[in-house]
């Protein structure tokens, strides 16, 4: 199946926001809106969101953007998770889906070790062996959907070692080889520049700025010389020249500002998007300039596309190996894998560590209610060495079960009301105090 009509004319999508059920009310008031990106497995097709049905109504295009697909993992696309962002998708009428260059999960069959999930968008190696993975993954993921997909490149704290590509060289490879089109996150461009010192122009200048769906803008923070990409801070001026860098290039089919928490009053949000018009308006685009490929860089055309290939494929193994090394020492306190710089591995941990804690409060507010200003630092002294197991729900039951195994809180109440919490949801009966004590046995024994 040939991919490359998908690289025809891009759908026009304009000026856009992030549509969160938190301001919901804000985003439909806003002037000039003329689509929204809904979180994917935020959305049930069969019971769509008031506020996203009154917007479709007034004929603003809603576009789902999935967060948990994980193409850029060792594993091939979860079949499910297709189906339900195909679902998705046309329960929404959307003209394309949007999905990461990213792996969120590592280990399992591939590695004969433990499976971990991230609970966070995490970077490829831009190697040939990852590429080719990539481009077997979006290849069935288009083939899965009803409409177009894109993809975004992410932000990174952290380099992989001995890469063998730049990000745009990777990025034009891709859709070179599987037609897909690009989301461009602009945010995450300067983000790798102040993190890992690549120049945002150059990956302009190497990317088919043709293939672009749409850009993403952002706010960030810039904490002790690394850029932590919140989407909780109005966009910085740094970000406002890069999506002017691209604007010099072409002219994008739309334009959509993110905002994930700590929203400001729906007055800042217009201001802000009034920005990015103005930053839009600059002069028209310059011709587009070739991909700069230095010699001997970038992958071979000899290694052709990827082929569909058992599971035992070398590159999918030696990619699973070295991507689950990687998130074991994240997320399960595992020593570096060589090459890493250890404390860049050690401010991503702390990130993803204070990402579940602050995730976790939001899908159980009972439990810092419960544990009051010890919640946050339990949390964090338990998910140093715990890994999620399956989505930020089940890490609420398993932090859970772990404070009532070490016999916290201590304060009687507080333990009961936590105990009544757990049980509610879990449907067992707390745990007798022999098993606690099986538990942390073995949990010390793991950790050796």
Known sequence: MSHAPQLGNAHRLGIGIGWRPEIADAVEA??????????????CPDHLPDSLVRLRARGVTVVPHGVSLGLGGAGRPDTKRLTDLAERAEALGSPLVTEHIAFVRAGGPLTASPALEAGHLLPVPRTKDALRVLCENVRIAQDSLPVPLAVENIAALINWPDEEMTEGQFLA????????????DVANLHTNHVNRGE???TALDQLPVEAIA??????????????HDTHAHPVSEPVLAVLAELRSRVSPPGVLLERDDNFPPPAELSAELTTIRETLREPGPRPV????????????????????????????QRLALAQASLLSALVAGTPAPEGFDSRRLGVQSRALGAKRAEVVAKVAPELPRILGDGYRAAFLAYAKSRPMRGGYRRDALDFTEHLLIGDLPEDPAARRELTQW????????????????????RAVLVGR
């Open 173 to 184: 490879e891709l859709v070179e080889r599987t037609g897909v089109r690009l989301l461009i």
């Open 289 to 316: 300039r070739g991909k700069a490929t230095a010699p001997g860089s970038g992958p071979s055309r000899q290694d052709g596309p990827a082929t569909p290939a058992a599971t035992t494929d070398p590159a999918r």
């Open 422 to 441: 757990w049980r509610d949801r879990s449907g067992a009966r707390p745990p007798s105090r022999a098993v606690r004590i099986a538990r942390v046995a």
């Open 199 to 201: 120049d945002p122009a």
């Open 214 to 227: 749409y850009v993403h803008v952002a706010g960030g923070i810039e904490r002790d010389g690394v850029w």
């Open 30 to 43: 806003l002037p000039g809106i003329d689509w929204v990106e809904a979180v994917a497995e935020n959305v």
